[in-house]
Nanobody, 117 residues
Framework: QLVESGGGSVQAGVSLRLSCAAS???????LAWFRQAPGKEREGVAS???????RYGDSALGRFTASRDSTTNTLYLQMTNLQPEDTATYYC???????????????WGQGTQVTVS
């Protein structure tokens, strides 16, 4: 089970941190953040695997940072300098390997809304 939190409505230029509390059997190799804006496909934002490797989508490079706390099974997404184009529902996902496509991920949270104006 994955439960996201931390979304909200903010002004452009501010920072926001999303959290994903994960409860599962075993230790999924990859935890990732995706986002989906109305009328658009789900987009990979960032992923982090159990070896500490991180990957970012083009929209996140330089502004977003993903981190993983294995002791609390929590995934974070620190977002800085938010812009209106970052408005979307943000989802946490878990899977056996990291990929920029949502297809390989077997578990998803319900999403948290981020609105930037």
């Amino acid at each position: 089970q994955l439960v996201e939190s931390g979304g909200g409505s903010v002004q452009a230029g501010v920072s926001l941190r999303l959290s994903c509390a994960a409860s599962y059997t075993g230790d999924p190799h990859c935890l990732a953040w995706f986002r989906q804006a109305p009328g658009k496909e789900r987009e990979g934002v960032a992923s982090t695997d159990s070896d500490g490797h991180q990957r970012y989508g083009d929209s996140a490079l330089g502004r977003f940072t993903a981190s993983r706390d294995s002791t609390t099974n929590t995934l974070y997404l620190q977002m800085t300098n938010l812009q209106p184009e970052d408005t979307a529902t943000y989802y946490c996902a878990a899977g056996d390997f990291c990929h920029s496509s949502p297809s390989p991920y077997s578990a998803w949270g319900q999403g948290t809304q981020v609105t930037v104006s």
